[in-house]
């Protein structure tokens, strides 16, 4: 005996009529009403073949809907982000490039334009002036304990 399991748990769902899950046969049902109110309300102004192509037209919205699945999503949510994405939050991608280098080094070239020399030897002799204003630390082991 052979038990059928999905290879994802997620994509399991209970059948309820004829190998359809609840959503499937709602929808059905909708599309067969939809087809019914059609062919009723247009048979006598439009002739035979005209109105059923209407009621395919007008059923077929409602069918699909049923058995409508795409990244999990079902029409309704489908539908949903859709309208979020490009009406309620509609925004325009502007691609603006950062040059990591130039930032790093910005102080550097601005240095170096407003003093008509080289950038990193200004800042250079910058360090060196602090570290005599300082005092040059001892090297060695002075301040490890004994």
């Given at each position: 005996m052979e038990v059928k399991m999905n290879k994802e748990i997620r994509d399991y769902q209970e059948s309820m009529f004829m190998g359809l899950d609840l959503r499937q046969c709602v929808c059905s049902v909708?599309?067969?009403?939809?087809?019914?109110?059609?062919?009723?309300g247009m048979r006598d102004i439009?002739?035979?073949?005209?109105?059923?192509?209407?009621?395919?037209?007008g059923a077929a919205p409602f069918a699909a809907c049923g058995f409508f699945k795409y990244h999990g999503m079902t029409a309704e949510q489908f539908l949903w982000a859709v309208i979020k994405s490009e009406l309620l939050y509609p925004k325009k991608l502007v691609f603006q490039s950062e040059n990591l280098y130039h930032s790093c080094m910005q102080e550097t070239i601005s240095l170096?334009?407003?003093n008509q020399k080289d950038g990193a030897e200004i800042l250079k002799e910058r360090e060196r002036k602090?570290?005599?204003?300082?005092?040059?630390k001892q090297k060695?082991?002075?301040?490890?304990?004994?």
């Open positions: 909708l599309a067969i009403l939809t087809a019914i109110g059609i062919y009723f439009t002739g035979q073949e005209v109105t059923g192509w209407l009621c395919v037209i170096g334009e407003k602090a570290e005599v204003k300082q005092g040059k060695g082991r002075s301040d490890a304990l004994d």
